[in-house]
Nanobody
């Protein structure tokens, strides 16, 4: 069974950057699309970014386009989320998940395995 683990969260001031990492253990996600999602207090979990199995296709939430970049290292089995120009509204728990398929998709029900999440807090 695949296990995913996120890291890299923390407390930063608005305008600063963070890079989140998602690593897989056991079953790897080398042939799967991977997505990042987030959930803020009192809100539903939402899609943030996704990348296809080979990195050739990416998708982003409109509000993070131009600020966040998703990438992957298939050799190291790691997917990254580079977050620049962070805003207080980016504050949330960030989760990575592996898709049942190889594509990049925002559809949450396409994702099979989820990590436990990492907290990102952006102060104003």
């Amino acid at each position: 069974q695949g296990q995913l683990k996120e890291s890299g969260g923390g407390l930063v001031q608005a305008g600063n950057s963070l890079t989140l990492s998602c690593v897989s253990s056991g079953r790897t996600f080398s042939n799967n699309g991977v997505g990042w999602f987030r959930q803020a207090p009192g809100k539903e979990r939402e899609f943030v970014a996704a990348i296809s199995w080979n990195g050739g296709t990416t998708e982003y939430l409109d509000s993070v386009k131009g600020r966040f970049t998703i990438s992957r290292d298939r050799v190291k089995h790691v997917v990254y989320l580079q977050m620049n120009s962070l805003k207080p509204e980016d504050t949330a728990i960030y989760y990575c998940a592996s898709n049942r398929r190889a594509t990049a998709t925002a559809a949450m029900n396409s994702y099979q395995y989820w990590g436990q999440g990492t907290q990102v807090t952006v102060s104003s």
